[in-house]
């Protein structure tokens, strides 16, 4: 089985350096650049690569499923980009789900002035009004180590509609700490890590948890060594295998908060 590039081991310490509704998908700039998921990853996947707006640069993005339930995909620091929420994304889009895998500022085919990669709540908000624009009425955002730090620290001020944090370690420069970020978030929130996962301090995490004052939260244990996306599946292979959580995801993104 071939997996796709891009885990968490490569993330940065913690503390390390750090649209509207019609808003319309531009095609890629250039014919060099893949249009498709399959092309950019090198899996067989479903969904186009597209290019979504933002003050101050273009963010490239996975899109594919359709519908008013949404979810925007943030990833783990990796060079593939959006590459590692690939197979996920297709399995949540079989499953009903308007999917927008978001490659944030300096990944991907993403281009950005200084400003809006500073930006984190704008390039949230640019994913998560393009998710609208395809038809999502609610939209969760989902994100994996880094991606979840972005998720728990800056969802909710760019407009989500629940947060799911998949392995966020608890500090990153440019968005308020995990215990910060928690008190401060009232949208139904969903944090996932491993106990045997070093360096994201699972237990500020689970304090944080607790310290929410959303009607809905939860935390939820991974197993053994899992990392952010690899919690969901055995690595992003092309035959993957999901995980149990793959589906309390997708309940959390469906609203279903009771499980």
């Not at 997996?3 to 019609?22: L, Q």
């Not at 999502?136 to 994100?143: L, N, Q």
């Not at 991606?147 to 800056?154: E, H, I, K, Q, S």
């Not at 370690?169 to 996962?197: C, F, Q, R």
Request: charged share 15%.
């Amino acid at each position: 089985m071939l997996a796709v590039s891009g885990c968490g081991a490569g993330e940065a310490p913690r503390g390390a350096a750090k649209a509207s509704a019609e808003q319309e998908a531009a095609p890629a700039p250039t014919r060099s650049l893949p249009r498709t998921v399959e092309a950019r990853c090198k899996i067989p996947a479903k969904g186009d690569v597209v290019q979504v707006p933002a003050p101050g640069g273009m963010l490239s993005a996975g899109v594919v499923g359709e519908g008013k339930v949404g979810a925007v995909l943030l990833h783990q620091t990796s060079g593939a980009g959006f590459c590692g929420w690939a197979t996920y994304g297709q399995w949540l889009a079989d499953k009903g789900v308007n999917v927008v895998m978001l490659d944030v500022c300096n990944y991907g085919q993403s281009q950005c002035d200084d400003a809006l990669t500073k930006d984190w709540v704008a390039q949230i908000k640019a994913g998560i009004d393009f998710a609208r624009s395809r038809g999502a009425t609610t939209v969760t955002v989902v994100g994996a180590s880094l991606g979840g730090v972005l998720a728990l620290g800056a969802g909710e001020q760019a407009g989500a509609d629940a947060i799911v944090n998949l392995s966020g370690p608890s500090e990153w420069e440019g968005v308020p700490d995990a215990m910060a970020a928690a008190k401060a978030t009232t949208v139904p929130l969903l944090i996932s890590a491993a106990d045997a996962d070093t360096g994201i301090e699972v237990d500020v995490l689970k304090a944080a948890v607790a310290a929410s004052p959303a009607a809905h939260k939860r935390y939820v244990p991974m197993p053994g060594e899992a990392h952010g996306w690899t919690g969901i599946s055995n690595g992003m292979s092309i035959d993957p295998v999901f995980e149990p959580l793959a589906t309390t995801v997708l309940q959390w993104i469906q609203g279903d908060y009771g499980h």
